[in-house]
């Protein structure tokens, strides 16, 4: 069993990574597969000599990509932050890369300080694959009107329970309400990006978010159902949920 660091003469670092999600199943260590923070872990043990408890901002599923993750850890030893920010790149695998090191508060905890974060959800729109975004975009070979789903989206924005956009886990209990800030849905050529900012989110609830706008735009689901589908508060009667491979957290907001 790996001993984790409890010392009381510790300072508090907010360190900021990006990783490539394809091959890890997701951020938090697992016994089936290995994950972003048992390489982290294990690169930072190797430079501070022990292991120490990470706070991650968020859990990310299998194949899901970060742009921004922030992780926050305290650590007895004295190396400075861009040192420190230099060796987690020398010992980190080639789909993960340390964005910054710097000390914060003793109680800043990378999760529960947390005011939004920000998803993007990306989509190749065409009749012709993209061998380049293979496992970092959705293919999706029929029509999309991205101005449609855009105006379809807004039922997003705002404080719901948004219990039909989460998959069943014993991890989500209780309050099942979050505030949508922003969703927008844009084309540039035949890329479509989904962008959606909330104060949280529940289990697989972009993934789902986006998978009932692709049932709108294949007449699966009324485009103006969404508020309905939002106050029956079941799983069910939302569309299907996304493919990770175009999932990507992309901002954390403090």
């Given at each position: 069993?790996?001993h984790?660091?409890?010392?009381?003469?510790?300072?508090n670092?907010?360190?900021?990574?990006?990783y490539?999600g394809?091959?890890f199943h997701?951020?938090?260590?697992?016994?089936n597969?290995?994950?972003?923070q048992e390489?982290?872990?294990?690169?930072?043990?190797?430079i501070?000599g022990?292991?120490y408890?990470?706070k991650?901002?968020?859990r990310?599923d299998?194949?899901?990509?970060?742009?921004?993750?922030c992780?926050?850890v305290r650590?007895?030893?004295?190396?400075?932050?861009e040192?420190l920010?230099?060796?987690?790149?020398r010992?980190?695998?080639?789909?993960?890369?340390?964005?910054s090191?710097k000390?914060?508060?003793?109680?800043?905890?990378?999760?529960y300080?947390c005011?939004?974060k920000?998803?993007?959800?990306?989509?190749?729109?065409?009749?012709?694959?993209?061998?380049?975004l293979?496992?970092?975009?959705?293919?999706?070979?029929?029509?999309?009107?991205a101005?449609?789903?855009?105006k379809a989206?807004?039922a997003?924005?705002?404080?719901?329970?948004?219990?039909?956009?989460?998959?069943?886990?014993?991890?989500?209990?209780?309050?099942?309400t979050?505030?949508?800030?922003?969703f927008?849905?844009?084309?540039?050529g035949?890329?479509?990006?989904?962008t959606?900012?909330a104060?949280?989110?529940?289990y697989n609830?972009?993934?789902?978010m986006?998978?009932?706008?692709?049932?709108?735009?294949?007449?699966?689901i009324?485009?103006?159902?969404?508020?309905?589908?939002?106050?029956?508060?079941?799983r069910?009667?939302?569309?299907?949920?996304a493919?990770?491979?175009?999932?990507?957290?992309n901002?954390?907001n403090?």
């Open positions: 069993m790996q984790l660091s409890t010392r009381s003469d510790l300072r670092l907010l360190i900021t990574i990006s490539d394809r091959n997701g951020w938090q260590i697992q016994q597969g290995i994950t972003v390489v982290f872990q294990n690169a930072l043990r190797t501070v022990e292991f408890d990470l991650g901002c968020s990310t299998s194949g899901v990509h970060a742009n921004m993750y992780i926050s650590i007895a030893h004295p190396i400075p932050p040192r920010k230099a060796a987690l790149n010992w980190l695998p080639s789909e993960v890369v340390c964005l090191v000390p914060v508060d003793d109680g800043f905890h990378a999760r300080a005011r939004s920000q998803y993007v959800y990306k989509i190749w729109n065409s009749d012709t694959r993209n061998p380049f293979n496992g970092y975009a959705l293919f999706y070979r029929y029509p999309l009107d101005e449609a789903l855009n989206a807004q997003y924005v705002g404080s719901h329970d948004f219990t039909s956009f989460c998959t069943s886990d014993k991890r989500e209990m209780g309050d099942m979050r505030n949508v800030k922003l927008e849905v844009k084309r540039d035949n890329l479509v990006t989904m959606v900012e104060d949280g989110f529940l609830m972009v993934r789902i986006v998978g009932t706008l692709l049932g709108a735009a294949q007449g699966k009324a485009p103006d159902s969404i508020p309905d589908i939002i106050n029956k508060k079941d069910s009667a939302a569309g299907v949920t493919p990770a491979c175009g999932l990507y957290l901002k954390v403090y």
